[in-house]
T-cell receptor
Framework: EPEVTQTPSHQVTQMGQEVILRCVPISNHLYFYWYRQILGQKVEFLVSFYNNEISEKSEIFDDQFSVERPDGSNFTLKIRSTKLEDSAMYFC???????????FGQGTRLTVV | KNEVEQSPQNLTAQEGEFITINCSYSVGISALHWLQQHPGGGIVSLFMLSSGKKKHGRLIATINIQEKHSSLHITASHPRDSAVYICAVSLGNQFYFGTGTSLTVIP
C-alpha cells in the first residue's frame, strides 16, 4: 500500500526556536492535512491544503503556524517561536479527494524543552 | 463545530468475542472515518464511509446518516486487534475527532 512519510520521527527543540516538520504525501494525492496529538489527548485537526493554498484551518492554527508545498512533493509544517505546549505528535495525511480516505504518516514527535 | 462522541472509552474482551464500538456526531458530515492507532502511535485508516456499510476482513463499519451514528464491529477478535479506535468526521476538508476507544483483547 502507498505510504505517507514524515521526517524526522523525533525532534527536540529549545523553546522559542523555529521547527519545520516534513511530509511526503502519496504522489497522486491532492489534499494534504496536518494533525497533532498532545500526549494522552485526542487527535486534533490543524489544517488542510489543496491547490497550493489552505482550504480549512482550526482555531489552533494561528500565526505561529504555516504550511507550504515548496517543491511539488514535500508538504511542510513550520512552527515559529515554539512553546512548551507545542510538544505533541504531529501527523501528516493525504487523500485523493475531498473527505476521501486519508492515509497517515507515522508522525513526528516534537518535544519542546 | 461537530461534537464526536465515542463509546465505550475502554473495552476489554476475550479473544474470539464480537466487539462493537459506537460513534455519534452532532451535525451533518461529508464522510465518517474509522481509524486505528497502534500502541506505538501510528494511525491507520480503516474505513471511510458516507452511507450504508463496509466490510474488510473481520471489520465491519456501518453508518446511519439520519441518526448521526456509526458503529465499528470486529468479529472473532484477536489480541492483535488491541489498539485505540478513533472515529473522525469530515465536512469538506475540516475534520473532527472522537477521543478514541481503547480496546484490549485478552488471549
Amino acid at each position: 500500500e502507498p505510504e505517507v512519510t514524515q521526517t524526522p520521527s523525533h525532534q527536540v527543540t529549545q523553546m522559542g526556536q523555529e521547527v519545520i516538520l516534513r511530509c511526503v504525501p502519496i504522489s497522486n494525492h491532492l489534499y494534504f492535512y496536518w494533525y497533532r496529538q498532545i500526549l494522552g489527548q485526542k487527535v486534533e485537526f490543524l489544517v488542510s491544503f489543496y491547490n497550493n493554498e489552505i482550504s480549512e484551518k482550526s482555531e489552533i492554527f494561528d500565526d505561529q503556524f504555516s504550511v507550504e508545498r515548496p517543491d511539488g512533493s514535500n508538504f511542510t509544517l513550520k512552527i515559529r517561536s515554539t512553546k512548551l505546549e507545542d510538544s505533541a505528535m504531529y501527523f501528516c495525511a493525504s487523500s485523493g479527494e475531498t473527505s476521501g480516505r486519508a492515509f497517515f504518516g507515522q508522525g513526528t514527535r516534537l518535544t519542546v524543552v | 463545530k461537530n461534537e464526536v462522541e465515542q463509546s465505550p472509552q475502554n473495552l476489554t474482551a476475550q479473544e474470539g468475542e464480537f466487539i462493537t464500538i459506537n460513534c455519534s456526531y452532532s451535525v451533518g458530515i461529508s464522510a465518517l472515518h474509522w481509524l486505528q492507532q497502534h500502541p506505538g502511535g501510528g494511525i491507520v485508516s480503516l474505513f471511510m464511509l458516507s452511507s450504508g456499510k463496509k466490510k474488510h476482513g473481520r471489520l465491519i463499519a456501518t453508518i446511519n446518516i439520519q441518526e448521526k451514528h456509526s458503529s465499528l464491529h470486529i468479529t472473532a477478535s484477536h489480541p492483535r486487534d488491541s489498539a485505540v479506535y478513533i472515529c473522525a468526521v469530515s465536512l469538506g476538508n475540516q475534520f473532527y475527532f472522537g477521543t478514541g476507544t481503547s480496546l484490549t483483547v485478552i488471549p
